[in-house]
């Protein structure tokens, strides 16, 4: 063991090659590889074999492969060892061959700065490759470098399978080594639910059974995820996610729950993920913070979504299919645990502000509604209020931008005849602006642009007290709205409101927007009371 070598990257790596069956590699020689080839040959299970020649190293792990019928590695030095791969890398490509590239790099501030065997070697292979992927040196952020290097040997043998490259970035000194055993990094699983045998459904119901705090949380979804009850009521699953998850049985105010100091034993043994982006910061940092046993995201592609740093396994499929796994053969888990979740939600009683025009407009709007919601302080002031059963919520939370809100919303209306509300603070509707000059708006669009003179979001984190950092402005929407064809109106204090909410609420012969002037800083410090109240 006096070889192997003491950098974090290279002892990581080794040890997930073998948790994922990586277990022969072809070495070439060189210098920067050194430690890398060293410390292979200094585990008893690892089978290596030596060629001097790169390009004749890649076929012979190419016909290693295919009579082996599982991956094998190529271990090269940096510089022009890695090019002449190329035509074994091809092969492995169009043969689906589990070829498992491994070079060793200049570090990259070296690259192009006259520095011998450097040039620019992530993605060197470009499509041929099933996955490049470049590991950070040092250990500032290690969950980073554990899921890269989980990833790419996991696309290995992924599907149809092929090669794969990982690029490994190695600062001088190279040659530290150390006595110290090889400890288990986090090894993140995928189970592709079609092909699953009868020995993985074994192992998915046994980590279930291990896990008696069960946590199902949404995110993002274009339509309900269609949770059989049965997993709430019979086997003791909390469900949670946002009003952007559109599923009923979801409980949908997570933040008013956790307020500001979540209790961390409301983190679970066992998450499971489904769909895109959680808005909650305080539900990140509780599961970043304290992280579950078990991390399983649903991925109908297989993609690798590492939100809380936390992943153990990807389910690649129908959702559906392990809904019905869990609701018929899951055992029983922890129903205390559920219901904490349970709890009663406080409804936030507000006075004349952003809040309190969200939470009236929303309780106002009719089931068979649309909600579009702006990013930044309008959907997290969404959060704190229930909305009407039936009513779907969409956002763009692809990105999180303030960029493209009122297009978006507006697109989707001119296609869909149910009453369509928008809720949107200053900068995205004036970054947007043209979207009212867009051509046919149907008369079912309600707008509700919350102008506080700028951004409000940044009243709640904490940013430099500037102008430019804030975006503050005087402008008013009326003039162009009008112009666009809106019926319009304003609202500046709280007495104003009630007839600009009946606008929005009823019907009109052409789109409405109202305008409601707040107190940003004056919003912020009713918020912070609010949630101080817990």
């Known amino acids: 063991m006096a070889d192997i070598s003491s950098t974090a990257s290279i002892r990581e790596l080794v040890t997930l090659m ?20 060293a410390t292979l040959a200094a585990l008893s299970d690892m089978e290596l074999r030596g060629a001097t020649d790169e390009r004749s190293a890649g076929f012979a792990a190419c016909g290693w492969a295919a009579q082996v019928q599982a991956p094998v590695a190529v271990c090269v030095t940096s510089g022009s060892a890695l090019l002449n791969l190329h035509p074994a890398v091809a ?48 250990d500032s952020e290690p969950w980073h470098r554990n899921r890269l290097l989980n990833e790419a040997l996991m696309e290995l043998t992924h599907r149809a399978g092929g090669p794969v490259h990982i690029n490994m970035p190695l600062s001088e000194p190279l040659f530290g080594t150390s006595t110290e055993p090889l400890q288990q990094p986090r090894v993140i699983r995928r189970t592709e639910l079609a092909r699953m045998t009868a020995d993985e459904e074994t192992e998915l119901l046994d980590t279930v059974a291990a896990c008696s705090r069960r946590l199902i949380l949404l995110g993002q ?22 009003h952007l998850c559109n599923t009923a049985i979801a409980i949908t105010q997570p933040d008013s729950i956790l307020g500001p100091q979540p209790a961390t034993d409301l983190s679970p043994d066992l998450l ?11 539900l990140k940092a509780l599961l970043r913070n304290n992280p579950p046993k078990e991390h399983w995201h649903i991925s109908p592609d297989g993609e690798v979504v590492d939100t809380f740093c936390c ?72 959060q704190l209020y229930p909305l009407p059963e039936g009513v ?47 051509q046919g708006i149907p008369a079912h669009v309600r707008i509700l642009l919350i102008n506080n003179g700028g951004g409000g979001i940044f009243d709640l984190i904490p940013t430099p007290e500037h102008p430019l950092v804030n975006g503050a402005h005087h402008a008013t929407a009326a003039g162009w709205a009008q112009s666009c064809g809106f019926e319009c109106l304003s609202v500046h204090n709280e007495h104003d409101w009630p007839a600009a909410l009946a606008a929005l609420t009823s019907p ?26 817990y």
């Not at 589990?98 to 620019?120: M, Y």
């Not at 012969?509 to 410090?525: H, I, K, N, Y």
């Open 18 to 37: 073998r948790a994922h069956d990586v277990t022969r590699c072809v070495a070439c020689p060189g210098s920067r590889n050194s430690p890398i080839v």
């Open 91 to 138: 092969e492995a490509a169009y043969r689906h061959l589990p070829l498992l590239v491994i070079s060793a790099d200049r570090p990259a501030s070296w690259i192009g700065q006259q520095d011998g065997q450097t040039l620019p070697q992530p993605g060197v292979f470009g499509a041929l490759c099933r996955m490049s992927v470049q590991i950070p040196e040092g």
């Open 311 to 382: 992943l153990t396994r990807v389910i690649e499929g129908d959702p559906a299919e392990l809904w019905e796994l869990l609701s018929a053969f899951a055992e029983e888990g922890d129903e205390s645990y559920a219901e904490r979740w349970l709890q009663p939600v406080p409804v936030p009683q507000f006075p004349y502000s952003g809040m309190q025009l969200v939470g009236d407009l929303l309780g106002a709007m009719p089931g068979d509604s649309v909600l579009h919601l702006a990013n930044s302080s309008a959907v997290r002031f969404a």
């Open 392 to 438: 779907q919520v969409e956002c763009n939370r692809g990105v999180n931008g303030i960029e493209g809100s009122l297009s978006t919303a507006i697109g989707y209306a001119m296609g869909d005849s149910r009453p369509q509300f928008i809720i949107c603070g200053d900068l995205s509707f004036f970054y947007d602006m043209n979207a009212l000059w867009l």
């Open 508 to 533: 009109s012969d052409r789109p409405v927007l109202v305008e409601a002037f707040t107190d940003s800083v004056a919003d912020a410090a009713f918020l912070k009371q609010f949630y101080a109240q």
């Open 221 to 242: 979804l274009p339509q309900d995820a269609a949770i059989p009850p049965t997993l709430a009521a019979e086997k003791a699953f909390a469900i949670i996610g946002e």
């Open 272 to 282: 499971i993920t489904y769909g895109g982006c959680i808005v909650s910061k305080r």
